[in-house]
Structure formats: structure tokens, C-alpha cells
């Protein structure tokens, strides 16, 4: 899959992502900043990945685990500080959401909630669980 949006483009082809770049920020990221770039590697590779760049720049990332049946869960979002307010984040969660049609879908998010919810998502603290490595 590869899309424009604006002067971005948008693809799922793991080939053009930057893993340093998408280690850098998870490791700024209040979700992920003690995982390794060895983990971080392992969850692309078993994942469905969507890149955003600019030219070859990549700014913008996002991962979903999916069976393509009954759910999915939707991880790892993030647009690059430079490139926020061009409506990089709805664009990509509006990408991906469009393409899991009726299945459900999952995410955890301490500070997006707004976003989320224009694409269908709701707070569901209370039946949720998890259990950390």
C-alpha cells in the first residue's frame, strides 16, 4: 500500500523504515522508552508497519498485530515533532482504521484519546487488562 498525502507519503513497505529513527523516538516516548532496539526490531518484524516520510525522511510510524478475523491492536503511533499540526496523525490512523473494517480494534494511549475517538475508539478502562514483561 502506498499513498500521498500532501507533499507525504505513506507506505507499508517495512524496506523504507528507519529504525533508528523510529528507536530514537519510542525511546523519547513516555510507552516505550525502555525497550530495546532489539525488541523494537522483533515487533516490526512480526507486525504490520506504516511509515510516513517527507522525500526520504521518514516522520511518522505506526504498527498493527492483527489475526484479520477478530481484532486488532494498534501500537507505536507517532509523527516526528517537526511535522505535527499537518494532519499527519489523522491521516495515518484514519489510513489504518479504513483498512480493518469491522474488526475490533485495540490501542492504549495516556494523552490521544481525542484522536482516537474521532475514528470510532472508546475508554473502556474498566474491562481491559494487561500484564507487563
Keep these: 500500500m502506498e499513498q500521498w498525502y500532501k507533499n507525504y507519503r505513506v507506505s507499508d513497505d517495512k524496506s523504507l523504515l528507519n529504525i533508528e529513527t523510529i528507536g530514537a523516538f519510542l525511546g523519547r516516548s513516555y510507552w516505550a522508552n525502555q525497550r530495546s532496539i532489539e525488541t523494537i526490531e522483533k515487533s516490526i518484524q512480526n ?7 517527507q522525500e526520504d ?6 504498527r498493527v498485530v492483527t489475526d484479520w478475523a477478530t481484532v486488532y491492536y494498534l501500537a507505536d503511533v507517532f509523527i516526528d515533532e517537526e511535522h505535527r499540526g499537518h494532519g499527519l496523525g489523522k491521516e495515518l490512523v484514519g489510513l489504518i482504521v479504513g483498512q480493518y473494517e469491522g474488526i475490533m480494534g ?8 481525542g484522536l482516537y475517538e474521532q475514528f470510532g475508539f472508546r475508554r473502556n478502562a474498566d474491562r481491559f487488562m494487561n500484564k507487563r514483561p
Excluded: N
Design 47 to 53: 507486525s504490520i508497519c506504516y511509515g510516513i516520510y
Design 106 to 113: 485495540l490501542l492504549g494511549t495516556l494523552d490521544a484519546h
Design 57 to 62: 525522511k521518514q516522520v511518522g510510524f505506526a
